[in-house]
């Protein structure tokens, strides 16, 4: 992180995920703020597993504890392709379940109209099941643009079904509390197909009925959705308690900056990256980087860049970007952290990407999958990232 930034911290850092949503500019975004409250996570599993049936395993035991699971849809041997009944369904059924975002990182990286048809066509059709994707904008961003069009167009064919629910009750006093409800009543009444009455008779004689009020209640869902498919159990249509069903709307990630060992995307890149995020928020919902970019000005990414172009203060202040960075491992207890895995990956622990470089979710990967007991690694991490974020906004208050 910039120096001017340590000395200024940009007010994103400060505020809580809560906070963030009133600023937040893409409905995902929101949503996923208000999801990390909810959960008390900032954590994202990377579900970098070789079989389908140990992915869905994985996410379903893994899944109380994350906010988002990172896949690779193309590493996993036995991917059903089936777009109501398959691998990306069945993890559409385990998120709304447990509560958490599917983000396929699949780095997109063409020119537009490839990238629009590897996005919503082709045998995987990501944009149907995978809320986040990310893409690296070495081709342009007009690449983004293309693929915000295409999630747009996407999003508008969706087909809806209307479903109805009638209820049956016996009217209490308060519903004809006045002429507007008792107008409603008998709009009621007209629209059922069948009423329930009981006769009864008073003291003195004279027989009076008592009819139901009953409720009809239209909802709109996408008829392509799993939930309205036969084929998928009682068991998937269940929805994480304290928050509704994430949105329908799609975003993406923007690969800034990467953790691996002599990684060529420098300053002027991510500079780009800044940019095209800043000119398409409807669709771009942050980074995957190593440092928190909201606010960051060109002068701190790539001094001396000369690219015709200029942010002002208030278009770098308006930044509300989610940050997701890689790399995250802890060292068993009693023991230092690890320093990388051999391989050019670099580890850092969840309070020096999250507390000191300010990322808001982070992703980890072997530390979970490999444990002995994943679902109680996840529990650490989660404990861990979520002490940092608090542990940030406390330093900086």
Sequence with gaps: MSTSQETQPHWSLKQSFAERVESSTHPLTSYLFRLMEVKQSNLCLSADVEHARDLLALADKVGPSIVVLKTHYDLITGWDYHPHTGTGAKLAALARKHGFLIFEDRKFVDIGSTVQKQYTAGTARIVEWAH???????????MVSAMAQAAQKWRERIPYEVKTSVSVGTPVADQFADEEAEDRVEELRKVVTRETSTT????????????????????????????????????????????????????????AQMSSKGCLMDGKYTWECVKAARKNKGFVMGYVAQQNLNGITKEALAP???????????????????????????????????????????????????????????????????????????????????KAYQDRRERLA
């Design 132 to 142: 986040i994707t990310n893409a690296d904008i070495h081709a342009g961003e007009a």
């Design 200 to 255: 009864t008779k008073d003291t003195d004689g004279r027989k009076s009925s008592i009819v139901s009020i009953t409720t009809v209640t239209q909802t709109y869902e996408p008829a392509d959705s799993p939930r309205l498919v036969k084929t998928i159990s009682e068991d998937d249509e269940m929805v994480f308690p304290g928050i509704e069903e994430a949105p329908l709307d799609r975003g993406l990630l923007i690969l």
């Design 304 to 386: 001396g860049y000369e690219d015709g172009e200029s942010t002002t203060e208030e278009e770098a202040q308006a930044d509300n970007f989610i940050h997701m960075t890689p790399g995250c491992k802890l060292p068993p207890p009693g023991e230092e952290a690890p320093q990388g895995d051999g391989l050019g990956q670099q580890y850092n622990t969840p309070d020096n990407l999250v507390n000191i470089k300010g990322t808001d979710i982070a992703i980890v990967g072997r530390g979970i999958i490999t444990a002995a007991d994943p679902p109680a690694e996840a529990e650490r991490y989660r404990r861990k990232a979520w």
